[in-house]
């Protein structure tokens, strides 16, 4: 539990840090599979709160990437029709999956209120960021 505490409180300074510096990052946060159930619950996070706090695989972006096992960036939500909408003011939306010994378990979730926001370097870099965020687990 001490150590669940310590590993929130460093996952929500990600999320202030990203938010805060990235002016195009608007809503970051984390959600993480639930064990051996087939659904995602949401983690630590900033921004507008939000009513899914629980998404079941294969629904909406997030739920796409929990099976997918890949990158999912959309520079423009109103194109995509499994997407799971959270405010009216998205525009794009890019999740990146965290792999711990080569399972995916959660993933990193960024929404902007720019529309197609996000560069490649946003991926190597967010893939980076997951890539560290695996080792404090
Ligand atoms: N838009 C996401 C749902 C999570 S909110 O962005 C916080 C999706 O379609 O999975």
């Avoid at 998404?55 to 423009?76: M, T």
């Avoid at 998205?90 to 720019?114: L, R």
Wanted: with cysteine; net charge negative.
């Amino acid at each position: 539990l001490n150590k669940n505490k310590t590993v929130d409180k460093r996952l929500l300074s990600i999320c202030e840090l990203l938010e805060a510096n990235i002016t195009y990052y608007n809503w970051v946060g984390f959600y993480f599979r639930n064990g051996n159930k087939e659904e995602l619950h949401l983690g630590p996070y900033v921004g507008e709160p939000t009513d899914h706090t629980i998404i079941p695989f294969g629904k909406g972006i997030c739920g796409q990437v929990a099976v997918s096992n890949e990158n999912f960036v959309v520079p423009d939500v109103t194109a995509q029709d499994n997407y799971i909408a959270c405010s009216i003011t998205v525009k794009a939306e890019i999740v990146i999956p965290i792999f711990v010994n080569g399972e995916n378990i959660g993933q990193i979730d960024i929404d902007s209120n720019t529309p197609n926001p996000f560069t490649e370097a946003d991926e190597r870099f967010l893939e980076f960021v997951c890539a560290q965020v695996a080792m404090i687990l």
